[in-house]
């Protein structure tokens, strides 16, 4: 997984989820006469779901000893 270990994969989709929180709070504002707008919400529901796979993906990977086991069978008729 290219280096990226399940504890940095978690700590980036927490980053994430708590971006998308403080930008569902207002996602734009004004002071003054200027006009400031936050990140795309589209955006970072992408990356989101980006670094929820790689967990999953991470996870899974732990709990079969690092690996992807698979076993082939060829039915015969004896």
């Known amino acids: 997984m290219a280096g990226i ?3 940095t994969a978690q700590k980036h989709l927490d980053a994430w989820l708590e971006a998308e929180l403080t930008v569902t709070t207002g996602q734009s504002y004004t002071i003054g006469s200027r006009v400031l707008t936050r990140a795309n919400l589209t955006e970072i ?6 670094w929820n796979k790689k967990v999953i993906a991470l996870e899974n990977a732990k709990k079969a000893g690092g ?7 060829v039915p015969r008729d004896l």
Do not use: F, H, S
């Not at 529901?45 to 980006?50: A, G, K, M």
């Not at 690996?67 to 069978?73: A, D, G, I, S, T």
């Open 5 to 7: 270990t399940l504890e």
């Open 45 to 50: 529901r992408n990356v989101i779901d980006y």
């Open 67 to 73: 690996r992807n086991r698979v076993r082939r069978v």
